[in-house]
């Protein structure tokens, strides 16, 4: 293309925008109704019949298209972060490790199968509180029992075991029991029985049930044996 002093640069630029127009396959909006409009105002310009508010519609138009491309290209970055974060989120946050601390009578295995947490599982698949109730409803001797993740793949399971403090015996079973008489375990052997657990007397029992409350006929019995322990 060669020019000189004497060309007019609307004139060019309606050329390049007419030839825009015509090769524009109509698929978006922008170019489509856009260009057109943009082609309109030119030419209404080189025909003398111009005014200001067509260079302000003119600007208006350019500020449209840059706001439109800059959302494009923002949605496109948010969108590749939300992929990236996602395909990280289940494939790097995943379960290697299953620590276990503070048990004595129960071992890592067991615990760590009454979590119900597997290895290779995603971090965030599982809820803190409902395997901390899952681990105490299965294992009795579990007094208190604190899950928490350890990012990027490690789990830490952190026990308190119920103490043996109280036992009862009936139909030749030993039933030990903890300080709110919560049956722990039962056995037919009185070595099972640990040195210092008190003697359970009564003949009043309802329901005796390992991992659950002991139940007397009477429920002012339970009370009664409570206090004085205290």
């Known amino acids: 293309i060669v020019m000189d002093e004497d060309d007019c640069m609307v004139d060019i630029a309606k050329f390049f925008l007419e030839f825009t127009v015509d090769e524009s396959c109509g698929k978006c909006t922008p170019c489509r109704i856009g260009t057109k409009r943009l082609y309109e105002i030119l030419e209404k310009i080189t025909k003398g019949n111009g005014t200001l508010e067509d260079l302000d519609e003119m600007e208006k138009q350019q500020s449209k298209k840059r706001f439109r491309r800059n959302f494009f290209y923002a949605s496109l970055f948010l969108t590749v972060l939300l992929l990236f974060l996602g395909t990280a989120f289940f494939v790097f946050f ?117 991992g659950q409350p002991l139940t007397f006929m009477d429920e002012r019995t339970r009370d009664s044996i409570l206090e004085i322990y205290s």
Not at 123 to 138: A, R, T
Not at 160 to 171: A, F, I, Q
Not at 181 to 201: F, M
């Open 94 to 210: 995943r379960v290697k490790e299953i620590s276990v601390t503070g048990n004595s009578m129960y071992t890592d295995e067991e615990i760590i199968l009454a979590s119900g947490i597997e290895e290779k599982v995603n971090m965030f698949s599982f809820s803190e509180k409902s395997v901390e109730q899952s681990i105490k409803d299965l294992l009795p001797y579990v007094g208190s029992v604190t899950v928490k993740r350890d990012l990027p793949s490690g789990v830490v399971i952190e026990i308190e075991e119920e103490k043996t403090v109280m036992y009862t015996v009936l139909n030749g079973d030993y039933y030990l029991l903890s300080d709110e008489l919560t049956v722990l375990s039962v056995s037919n052997k009185i070595s099972s029985v640990p040195a210092g657990a008190i003697k359970l007397i009564t003949g009043s029992v309802n329901r005796c049930l390992v």
